[in-house]
């Protein structure tokens, strides 16, 4: 059938299977181009990698990273479905067959289980594989991004994109009409923002270590990693001061408990930098931000999408001897977004742009191009005039 992009809210509810290939295929052949590279420097050899939220985003990017830079097996744990009828499958779902297809054909080891990771069925599940297949992990990446998740006994926990305390308006950029609007922001009940913990803090993420350890299939000296996201002061109320900056600072509490509990573990927390993808989309003046950020990190010849980070992650972070971290202890790929040259120039476009401005001020295609990668769409030498098997 021909698959047509069909943008909802902030997401896209049909994927392009070809189209979610080729854009695997790029960031492979990115990831490749620096295998050599970090060959030469690489004193941290990893040999198997265990991704967590591994089909889209930050986790797809790493895994390509873990594969194709720094030659490594990888198992991968997503949350996809598969197509059915005229229903195209998930983009992450695409994504993750034509990884798996890529990675055997340059002989890694590359499975997947398509499941919630927050149960305790999937975190044994993923166990008996890695006994069975790879015997141990070197690296575990937590890159889960999720709206809900569901409890053990069944309860559903939602979590909120609030502030704390009082209500919060923002500048916000209107994507559907293209204009720039005011978007209010309310506190969130102390209830809610427990809940936005329970889902994006780092109690699943500790879960799954002491689960992992527990089996004895992490190997000495074992890495683990969780992203976060800090971001700057025009963002703060929204993010770092928010409900979902919350979760992350309980996450970076639980890197600290990990290392302290699992001495012969090394946690880490990565600060990435800002980029689309379906999760951050959602989060109001998040699109404004990035949309005037992307112009700005491009035209000072700055920018990096999800596989330019997780490259440089491997091989300017963790593949070194020493890994370098900010003064509580974090891996820092923001490096680059936080400058002060990049963030005085985006709060000066941020105060001056109106409806009238947008087109100049932001980069609206570059932000639309990458919202549309994500599922497949407007990706060079695809034809999506053509027929495809979904
Ligand atoms: P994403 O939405 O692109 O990907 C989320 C991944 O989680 C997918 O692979 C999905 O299948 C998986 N997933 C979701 N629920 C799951 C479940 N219950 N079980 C198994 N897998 C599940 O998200 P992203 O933007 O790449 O975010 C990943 C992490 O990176 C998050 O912690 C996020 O806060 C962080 N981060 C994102 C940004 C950004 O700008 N996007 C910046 C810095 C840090």
Known sequence: MIVEPKAKGFICTTAHPVGCRENVCNQIAYAKSKAKEYRSMSTRPKKNVLIIGCSA????????????????????VMYEREASGKRTATAGYYNTKAFEEMALQDGLYAQTI????????VKEQTIRKLKQDLETVDLVIYSLATPKRTLEDGTVVSSVLKTIDKPFTTKN????????????????T??????????????????????LKEADVLSQGALTLAYSYLGPDLTYPIYQS????????????????????????????????????????????????LSILYKVMKEKGLHEDCIMQMVRLFTDRIG??????????????????MESVVQEEVTRIWEEVTTETIKSCCDLDGYWEDFYKIFGFGIKNVDYSQDVEV
């Open 190 to 211: 102390e209830e809610e923002t427990q809940n936005t913990i329970c889902v994006m803090g780092g109690e699943d993420w500790k879960d799954w270590i002491d689960a």
């Open 320 to 337: 070194r001897k020493e890994i370098a971290t900010d003064e509580e202890g974090r891996i820092r790929l923001d490096d680059l977004e």
């Open 242 to 289: 928010g409900t979902i900056g919350q979760a992350k600072r309980h996450l970076q509490k639980t890197a600290e408990i990990i290392n302290r509990i699992h001495p012969d573990v090394k946690a880490y927390i990565s600060v990435n930098k800002a980029v689309v993808t379906q999760s951050s989309a959602a989060i109001p003046g998040v699109p404004l931000y």
């Open 114 to 121: 398509n499941g919630d990771a927050f149960s305790k069925d």
């Open 57 to 76: 985003g930050y986790g797809l990017a790493s895994r390509i990273a873990a594969a194709f830079t720094a030659g490594c097996n990888t198992l991968g």
């Open 173 to 188: 950029l209107n994507l559907y009409h293209n204009v720039i609007e005011q978007a209010t922001l309310e506190p969130a």
